[in-house]
Every structure is written in C-alpha cells, then in structure tokens.
DNA sequence: CTTCATGCAAAGTATTTGCAGCGTC
DNA sequence: GACGCTGCAAATACTTTGCATGAAG
C-alpha cells in the first residue's frame, strides 16, 4: 500500500465507513481529516476548537460521541498522559505501537517510536505477576527543546 | 534501618510529621495506617470507604486535603492507571521506583518491580526527541490469575 | 422513509474551593 | 489561644445520557 495524499486518505477511510452503514456528515469527515492531518494526539477540548475555526462548531455531545464511534472501529485510540483529560489518535492501518513525550512546562505531547524489546518485557512481567499481560502504557515527561 | 512492626512505622512518621508543625488528627493518622498496611495503591473512593468501616467516615474534602498533604511532602505519590481516577501509592524511606499492573477484569492493582535499565532507555528517549527527560510511566494491563 | 446523527439540557463522576467552626498543641 | 484541620455546600472540569429533531442514504 503506498502513501496517500491527505485528503485520498480521508475518502479512503470514509468510503470504508459508508459502506459499512455509517452516514457520512460534516462532523464526521472533518473529524477524520483532523486526525489524518494531525502528527499528535488530540483531546475533545482541542478537536471542538479546531472545528470551530473550520465553522462548524459541533456541540460537545457530538464531539464525544464521534470519539466514541472510531474508537470502536479501532480507527483511534486513546492515551491518557495524566493532564486529567484524554486525548485520541489517528491509528493508519499498519499504525506502528509507539509513545509519547509529554513537555511539562508547555504540555506539548509529540509521538516516538522506541526501538527495544518491548514483547520481552510483558513476558516477564506476566512471569512476575501471573497476569496474563495484553498490553501497557509507557509515556515520558520532560522538557522541550523550545521550552529549555 | 531495620523492618518495623506498622504501629511502630505510623509512630515514627507520625512524630516526624508533628516535629514540623502538622497536627496529628484521626483522619491523618487512619490514613497514614491504611498507607502503611496496604500493599496497593487506592483510589480517594476506597479510602473513604476502608476510613468509613473504621467508624471515621471523613468528608471526601477532607481526604483530598489530606492526600495533597502528602502528596507534598512526597509520603505518597500519585499513580494513574486509566480508571478515570487518581490512586495513591505509600512511599517507603527507601522506596524503590517500580510499576503496576492492572487486572482489566476485576479491577485489582498490584504492585511489580522491572529489571531493565529504565535510565537507558530515558536517554534514548531524550536523544531521540530532544526532551530533557524528567519522568515517566509505564504500567501493564491484564488478566490476573484469580480472573483467569 | 428509515435509521443514524445531532443539539440541547441535564445528569454523572472525580476533584477543588470558600468559609465558618472545631481540635491539637 | 493560635493556627492548622474539618465539614459542608457549592463550584469546577471532563464526560455521558435522554430525548426530540434533523439529515443521509
């Protein structure tokens, strides 16, 4: 599969949809073309104001509830990284696991991919625990470049 | 330092703590028991309820009061596992820095302590993004063994 | 014209705050 | 008796829900 321009993504993902019974509305694709335009997650707070800026200003509600509707497609996830909101991401189809790094003055979070054996770890800890281990958060905190 | 019997540790932290001008009142002192005797970390909720059974029943403001009092002086540190609310860790003299792993099924947290080099990775991390990388957060979810 | 999606207002959950009174030292 | 601590009620922040209306297919 190769690399799309945004916005032959975006159709990509909605024609999926449509034929999956969903209606397609202006909430709904500006939705999804935010999240494929965007490198970073995103929280409810921050999707309602973009929106607003492309006038549409949705009500909260629907906000949440879109939310709640790719993240039971698995079309995105949701990280928590303790500002006591959570945010959501785009998940591309062969999306790669990966983490985050939080800056704590200016509450920038970017993506990073780390390159250790993390499948190894959760069979130890599963070893250790006698849980049967499904998965793991692991997030970072520190300052940013522009912030030191 | 050698081990102690709880009673003689909650004595002990609680003369330190009235050597530096904090009162010692039932709630605080119920609560710091409960720290000290529990080896997982819990929620404002059940700290209410485990304070109720032992005939405090403390207002809920007076527990979050509390908890950012120790919070402060680091005797407790605050653990966030994806449950929509905070849990709250005892912090032993010589606490080691560990992690957690939560049962998705019945909901219990228990504590694990990993063997990898955490500092190494964080140094990947900081290169990687150009952070300065102050913290971070890794906790397991799973099935434990009672669920299973 | 049938569902799915939306707006609105209200409720829910976790936590915080202002303030007057009480308890510890 | 001074000052820290407490209860209470109200406020806040984020998210969810019920219900009537609206729009997509």
Known sequence: MTDKKPSAKIQEV????????ARITALR???????????????????????????????KSSVYRELDFLLELGRIIEIDVLE???RYEWQPEHAQHHHHIVCT????????????????????????????????VLEFFGVCADCR
Request: charged share 25%; glycine share 8%.
């Open 14 to 21: 909605l024609d999926t949809l449509r034929a999956s019974g």
């Open 84 to 86: 006591g909101m959570k």
């Open 29 to 59: 694709s500006s939705l999804i073309g935010l999240f494929i335009g965007s490198s970073r997650p995103l929280t409810a707070a921050e999707i309602l104001a973009e929106l607003k800026k492309k006038k549409l200003a949705p009500n």
């Open 105 to 136: 003055q200016c509450g920038v979070v970017e993506c990073i991919e780390l390159c250790f054996n993390e499948e190894e770890l959760s069979a130890k800890v599963a070893k250790k625990s006698g849980f049967a281990v499904t998965s793991h």
